[in-house]
Nanobody, 122 residues
Framework: QVQLVESGGGLVQTGDSLRLSCAAS????????MGWFRQAPGKEREFVAR????????YYADSVKGRFTISRDNAKNTVFLQMNSLKPGDTSVYYC???????????????WGQGTQVTVSS
């Protein structure tokens, strides 16, 4: 019943921008904190950003601060990740996730999407 579907990934060059989307269904979207994670080949899953369900406040990993922006449109049940000034190090599969907690850890997300590939060439 619950489904998170990411889209918007692709192949870009260093310095380019992408906007990822995650469409949610089967949950009360406005009651969930939404997060973005990424996982590169051979590496552990990494937190990227989250946005609270309660007040819409945001939090970012140091590696993306000033470059990425997370936002949500509750009317569309969609969370976005605007990615600017992309670097080769941003190359990863990007996943969205949903949690009922206000400030969840990476272990406390209830639902996960299948991911969308982002590749940044030099």
């Amino acid at each position: 019943q619950v489904q998170l579907v990411e889209s918007g990934g692709g192949l870009v060059q260093t310095g380019d921008s992408l906007r990822l989307s995650c469409a949610a269904s089967g949950i009360s979207f406005s009651s969930y904190t939404m997060g973005w994670f990424r996982q590169a080949p051979g590496k552990e899953r990494e937190f990227v950003a989250r946005i609270k369900w309660r007040d819409g406040s945001t939090y970012y990993a140091d590696s993306v601060k000033g470059r990425f922006t997370i936002s949500r449109d509750n009317a569309k049940n969609t969370v976005f990740l605007q990615m600017n000034s992309l670097k080769p190090g941003d190359t990863s599969v990007y996943y969205c996730a949903a949690s009922t907690l206000s400030i969840p850890s990476s272990r406390q997300y209830d639902y996960w999407g299948q991911g969308t590939q982002v590749t940044v060439s030099s």
